[in-house]
Nanobody
């Protein structure tokens, strides 16, 4: 069982930045693939980015980056140039690593509780 805990969310003005952290209960280089998702009110959960910067959603390209500290088991989502439409609960997710790329929420087994990001205009 892997526990994931997100932190770093909050209220920020449009154009600002936030860095989210996801701390895993094990080292992430021990066979885990990480990803970030988000869910806005009354919308489906959607992929933001996967670990190792393998995939970014269109809305995240050029504004968001992912980094990982495998020794600490921590994954980061750096979000710049935030927009009001980025307001959502952001979730960290993990699954056993394979050679395939997974972007659907149903592909991930472990989830954090999420952290709220609110961007004011």
């Amino acid at each position: 069982q892997v526990q994931l805990v997100e932190s770093g969310g909050g209220l920020v003005q449009a154009g600002g930045s936030l860095r989210l952290s996801c701390e895993a209960s094990i080292r992430t280089d021990r066979g885990l693939s990480m990803a970030w998702f988000r869910q806005a009110p009354e919308k489906d959960r959607e992929i933001v980015a996967t670990g190792s910067q393998a995939y970014f959603a269109n809305f995240a390209e050029g504004r968001f980056t992912v980094s990982e500290d495998n020794a600490k088991g921590t994954t980061y989502l750096q979000m710049n140039s935030l927009k009001p439409e980025d307001t959502a609960v952001y979730y960290c997710a993990a699954r056993p690593r394979t050679s395939s790329l997974f972007t659907l929420p149903s592909s991930y087994i472990y989830w954090g509780r999420g952290t709220q990001v609110t961007v004011s205009s």
